[in-house]
């Protein structure tokens, strides 16, 4: 199985401030990788599919890059809305599998 | 509207069975893969497997491939879960999932249904 490193655990962040979430798949996943991001309680909502597609509806603030085996998240200007866990999924290969998540707070 | 409701949790005991259910509403069920993911109290996401339009190909992560079946009812937009020797590790909040039209990342979830295991 593909295993999916995401870090940190945990962030605190002002408002207004660049956050980024990192995720490293343990080999090339050829940009097969999206973001997930969960407020409490709720579902999981896509975010970036393909490593840096923007889903439909998602803030442009959200964006994703990286390629091989790095990958990274980055939300500008930090809004209180989105304090939440961030997940990365690789489905380049199955079983597909997710990171262990990046928790969001607000400083 | 894209719905999802999930439906069929609840307490059961440990080596017994239990089956899920999905509700799709809003979009051509039949046009889908559909997937169910999990998610132990406090922890992260697993994904359980996937079934394409016409369930000819079915996807499964291996730990969970001897104990959860998945399956479909296009005619009734229903997916299924079906879940058998049931153990403590297996209470979660379960997910079912609509994938995109490439059929990859998971564009819609349902709100999930709690099952406890115990006895």
């Known amino acids: 199985d593909i295993q999916m490193t995401q870090s940190p655990a945990s962030l605190s962040a002002s408002l207004g401030e660049t956050v980024t979430i990192e995720c490293r798949a343990s080999?090339?996943?050829?940009?097969?990788l999206a973001w997930y991001q969960q407020k409490p309680g709720k579902s999981p909502q896509l975010l970036i599919y393909?490593?840096?597609s923007l889903h439909t509806g998602v803030p442009s603030r959200f964006s994703g890059s990286g390629s091989g085996t790095q990958y990274s998240l980055k939300i500008n200007s930090l809004q209180s809305e989105d304090v939440a866990s961030y997940f990365c999924?690789?489905?380049?290969?199955?079983?597909?599998?997710f990171g262990a998540g990046t928790k969001l707070e607000l400083k | 509207e894209v719905k999802l409701v999930e439906s069929g949790g609840g307490l059961v005991q440990p080596g017994r069975s239990l089956k899920l259910s999905c509700a799709a509403s809003?979009?051509?069920?039949?046009?889908?893969?559909m997937g169910w993911v999990r998610q132990a109290p406090g922890k992260g996401l697993e994904w359980i497997g996937e079934i394409n339009k016409d369930s000819s190909t079915i996807n499964y992560t291996p730990s969970l491939k001897d104990k959860f079946t998945i399956s479909r009812d296009n005619a009734q937009n229903t997916l299924y879960l079906q879940m058998s020797k049931l153990g403590s590790e297996d209470t979660a909040i379960y997910y079912c999932?609509?994938?995109?039209?490439?059929?990859?990342?998971?564009?819609?979830w349902g709100q999930g249904v709690m099952v406890t295991v115990s006895s």
């Open positions: 393909n490593a840096n």
């Open positions: 080999e090339d996943i050829y940009n097969g």
């Open positions: 999924q690789q489905y380049y290969n199955y079983p597909y599998t």
């Open positions: 999932a609509r994938e995109t039209t490439e059929g990859i990342a998971f564009d819609y």
């Open positions: 809003g979009f051509n069920f039949n046009d889908y893969w």
